[in-house]
């Protein structure tokens, strides 16, 4: 991070400093009390459960600086030798202003990624195949939420060359701010789906919200928006993303594996070590995966779109993608017991799911094809309808030649789907009531050359079961 005064946290946040040196010099800028020391500015959040206004005294000992919205912080300042508080009416929009301002201090291209689904996987092939000609700065771990994309600026360094974002939001108004944090004059907006719908009531909602990503993107900067253009996303989001909010021309591009988009998969094939595409762009070239899936080759596509608007070399980029594999719990196969655990429990969404279950079909001929579901949660009155939306698509792939051998739930949503799936077809299901259930039944249940799929939302713990069969 670049030095800055506290002189400048007064400016940027329209703060006011009671007591300290205006002078005194900000090295880092911490949310983590554990963290601060000599040189940080403390943000002291206001969560739910903790109020981290608490912990000022320990961090003025330490030697922070401080940011404050209870006046009284002063008086234990001045007893420590005047170190610096500021006062703001809320630290976390404080926090967030000067995150905006210190992101303003280079000029650089900023990559925003959005969407229902799939912004973790796309950020990293994006990434992958960036880095390949620039110094890059990426998204670490989950910091993509009105706290992460801020804490995220302050990574920005005088040699960084390009900045790829993860722009998450679950509440209306939440992409706005980190629109005017992050500032990204390219985007990606992967998908509309119906993830935190109990929220913000339909997709048509959903497309708004994440459609505020567009604001700074525009031709000045060499900047436009790709859109996932697979479905009915193109028709989607032209009539719900705000583009009378862009301050500049912004051009749009619609990618995926349907004929009308502009950058275009065609020729998907499953192959030994993975699968492989023909990708039609500014060049046409075979593309080679080393992961399954349907929504991986659109990741892959938006990656090379955005490797070829940026001039990195074709042949990198293709040798960056056929490298990557997925990360802990986001799609990583692990072979137990004689047979293979596909672990996507980070998170889900009804849409995710649907794309793991055509996925886990690719992932070879032999074995039988289990699934353990647990709850997507945040879709509010539509929980059920939606839960039995994914047991409809079962059916429907069973229809196709695509018959899972089982279907085992977690959760009272989770139970609807195999509640559907009962009711259309002879497809074995199991409803469990926890974890350690689901866990002991796959543990009966598979047989050496199975393919096991386990995913559902964070908040379920789905980790849980895939540690106990692996153990």
């Not at 998969?265 to 080679?288: K, P, W």
């Not at 077809?425 to 047989?447: H, Y």
């Amino acid at each position: 991070m670049l030095s800055f005064c506290i002189k400048d946290v007064v400016c940027a946040t329209g703060g006011e400093l009671l007591c300290g040196d205006p002078r005194t010099v900000v090295t880092d800028v911490v949310t983590d009390s554990r963290l601060a020391g000599e040189g940080a500015l403390f943000v002291p959040i206001i969560g739910e459960r903790v109020d981290a206004h608490r912990f000022i005294p320990e961090v003025l000992q330490a030697g922070s600086a401080t940011f404050t919205s209870k006046r009284e912080a002063a008086a234990r300042a001045e007893d420590l030798s005047g170190a610096a508080v500021v006062w703001v009416e809320d630290t976390l929009a404080a926090f967030q202003k000067l995150a905006s301002w210190y992101r303003q201090q280079f000029d650089i291209p900023v990559v925003g990624i959005t969407g229902s689904v799939g912004k973790t996987t796309t950020k990293e092939m994006v990434s992958a195949v960036l880095a390949t000609k620039y110094n890059l700065l990426k998204t670490i771990g989950n910091l993509n939420s009105q706290i992460g994309v801020a804490q995220m600026m302050f990574h920005i360094e005088r040699d960084t060359e390009i900045a790829v974002f993860e722009m998450g939001m679950s509440m209306p108004g939440e992409m706005a701010k980190l629109v005017e944090i992050a500032r990204p004059q390219t985007a990606v907006v992967t998908n509309i789906g119906v993830s935190h719908i109990g929220n913000l009531g339909s997709r048509e909602a959903i497309a708004f919200e994440k459609g505020h990503i567009v604001k700074y993107v525009g031709s000045s900067h060499g900047g436009m928006c790709y859109i996932c253009g697979n479905e009915d996303l193109p028709a989607l989001t032209r009539d719900n993303i705000p583009y009378e909010l862009c301050v500049d021309d912004c051009e749009t591009i619609f990618y995926g594996t349907e004929s009308g988009c502009r950058i275009l998969a065609t020729d998907i094939q499953v192959t030994e070590s993975g699968q492989s595409f023909q990708y039609h762009g500014r060049q046409n070239c075979t593309v080679e995966l080393s992961v399954m899936g349907g929504h991986n080759v659109n990741n892959a596509v938006v990656a090379l779109a955005l490797g070829e608007q940026f001039g990195v070399d074709l042949d990198q980029a293709l040798e960056a993608l056929r490298q990557y594999r997925p990360f802990s719990m986001r799609g990583e196969r692990l072979d137990c017991h004689g047979y293979h655990l596909i672990d996507d429990t980070y998170n889900a969404s009804p849409d995710s799911i649907n794309s793991n279950i055509d996925a886990l079909f690719d992932y070879g001929t032999e074995g039988r094809k289990i699934v353990v579901l647990g709850d997507v949660l945040e879709l509010g009155e539509q929980k059920e309808s939606l839960h039995r939306g994914i047991g409809d698509f079962i059916l429907q792939e069973a229809r196709k030649g695509k018959k899972l051998s089982y279907v085992i739930s977690v959760g009272e949503g989770a139970s609807y789907i195999c509640r559907q799936v009962e009711s259309g077809s002879d497809i074995p299901t199991r409803i469990c009531s926890s974890n350690e259930e689901a866990a002991e039944f796959v543990r009966q249940l598979a047989q050496p050359g199975d393919w096991v799929l386990v995913k559902g939302s964070r908040g379920m713990h789905m980790d849980e079961v895939v540690k106990k069969v692996v153990m």
